[in-house]
């Protein structure tokens, strides 16, 4: 998803210099300090939402082998410290029409000074969207922490494949616990078929690129090991892939359990169109998941016979954790 598309930020992993910091009312409407000469995306707060709009963009069609169309990349921080719970992006034109979810190439949101789980020495990729853009609704009292004064990120990048289109624009919203509720906070960790982390790039196989897998014609199934650096109750699984795409799972090999599996919308062609919410994740009990099981990552396309054209997949989650053992399960019986 959208995390391999990572490599396109090797130049951002690191901590942001200090910018000018300007004065915050609390009332319900914030001005949020952003850098001043990245005037092409704007964050607002309004109550319990906190809103970044990027655009407008001309896109043409093509950009000579470039991956996508790519705003520049805006930092931004918080007045106060706030947990997000839950997440949504759009796409359409300045004036407000809705477009097709394929101009859409990715949205990662990223924390500069709080460091990844799942990829040590890297920023936390706390959330975003692909062409899925599947909204994210975690489970009621569950949240992860965004710190007052934490140098946030936003990266995102349009298909330079779809058509040309006048002044482009796309949103995420962040939906925020109001002021003061209880929340228990998540930590986030990202697993994929693809590699997701940034420092093992230069592991990737000969049919993997910053697009994804390489996927043939025909049934294709693609698998990867996985061993998780903590031990977590995942209570929100938030699923990326691409046209084409039949199928993600993950899976306890240990324990023989399939723990989470995936199944797309797709048109007659393969084309990708949603995941229904049925097909996320969402689990206050959630599921164990340990540093000592092993586990696999799991991905399906079919490739029609007769399209010629390439074709590039990825299978990944974002999972939303709490550390430890879910709740009446003690570590050790997890393990």
Do not use: W
Not at 161 to 175: G, L, R
Not at 200 to 206: C, I, M, S, T, V
């Amino acid at each position: 998803m959208l995390p391999a598309i990572l490599t396109l930020l090797s130049g951002l992993f690191v901590i942001m210099p200090a910018f000018a910091s300007g004065g915050h009312d609390h009332h319900d409407s914030h001005a949020v300090p952003t850098l001043a000469n990245q005037v092409t995306t704007k964050v607002t707060i309004e109550n319990d939402l906190v809103t970044l709009t990027f655009g407008p963009i001309d896109l043409p069609s093509a950009h000579d082998g470039e991956l996508a169309a790519s705003m520049p990349k805006h930092v931004f921080q918080l007045p106060r410290d706030m947990y997000m719970v839950g997440f949504k992006s759009e796409v359409f034109t300045k004036d407000g029409a809705a477009l097709p979810r394929n101009y859409l190439h990715h949205i990662l949101m990223l924390n500069n000074d709080k460091p990844s789980v799942s990829c040590p020495g890297e920023p936390l990729f706390f959330g975003g969207a692909g062409l899925e853009m599947t909204e994210a609704r975690f489970p009621e009292g569950y949240g992860v922490k965004l710190a007052k004064g934490q140098n946030l990120m936003s990266v995102v990048a349009f298909y330079h494949k779809a058509p040309p289109a006048k002044d482009v624009m796309a949103s995420f919203t962040m939906y925020m616990a109001p002021e003061g509720a209880p929340v228990k906070e998540m930590d986030v960790y990202q697993v994929g078929v693809n590699v997701v982390c940034y420092s093992k790039f230069a592991q990737r196989g000969p049919d993997q690129t910053d697009e994804g897998i390489e996927i043939r014609p025909g049934v294709q199934v693609h698998t990867a090991p996985l061993k998780f650096s903590m031990d977590g109750c995942v209570k929100f699984a938030y699923p990326h892939g691409h046209d084409e795409l039949l199928l993600i799972a993950l899976e306890n090999k240990t324990r023989r359990q399939t723990l989470l599996r995936t199944v797309p919308d797709v048109s007659m062609d393969g084309t990708f169109l949603e995941f229904h919410p049925r097909q996320v994740y969402k689990n206050s009990q959630g599921f164990q998941v340990t540093k000592t099981d092993e586990y696999e990552m799991v991905m399906v396309h079919h490739h029609p016979l007769h399209k010629n054209i390439e074709q590039h997949g990825m299978g990944n989650y974002l999972l939303y954790m709490t550390p430890g053992a879910c709740p009446g399960t003690s570590t050790a019986q997890a393990r």
